[in-house]
C-alpha cells in the first residue's frame, strides 16, 4: 500500500516538472518608468507653512520659536510690528498676523527690575 502511494505520488510529481508553467508577461520596469515620465515640481507639491509660536513677553523683546525679538526685527518673512500686553502683531508684506499665546497660563509680561 505504501509503496503504491509512493510511486503515485512520483508519477504526479513528475507530471506536474514536465507541464511548464505559465508565467505571466510582467515587467517591474514598466510602473517605474510612467512614474519617472511624470514631471513633479517640488515647490508644489511640498508647501512651506510658516508657523510663529508666542512664548513670552519681557519689556521690549518676545520670545518666537525659542527666539528673542525686539521692534523692527525681522522674523521669517515677517517684521516685528507691535509688541502688546498679552499679544504680538508682525507685519508680513500686505496682511498682519496677531500672535497670542497659546494657553492662558503661559502669558506673562514680566517687567526687567534693574
Known amino acids: 500500500m505504501k509503496n503504491i502511494l509512493f510511486v503515485s505520488f512520483l508519477i504526479v510529481i513528475d507530471l506536474c516538472a514536465t507541464v511548464p508553467l505559465k508565467v505571466p508577461n510582467y515587467d517591474p520596469f514598466r510602473q517605474t518608468e510612467k512614474i519617472l515620465k511624470k514631471h513633479v515640481s517640488l515647490t508644489k507639491s511640498i508647501k512651506t507653512r510658516s508657523t510663529y509660536v508666542l512664548y513670552a ?24 510690528w507691535r509688541i502688546m500686553k498679552e499679544r504680538v502683531i508682525l507685519r508680513c508684506h500686505r496682511s498682519i498676523k496677531t500672535l497670542k499665546f497659546t494657553r ?4 506673562k509680561r514680566e517687567e526687567l527690575v534693574q
Open 104 to 107: 492662558k497660563k503661559t502669558y
Open 57 to 80: 513677553i519681557y519689556d521690549d523683546k518676545v520670545n518666537i520659536n525659542g527666539r528673542f525679538y525686539t521692534l523692527g526685527d525681522r522674523i521669517g518673512s515677517c517684521h516685528l
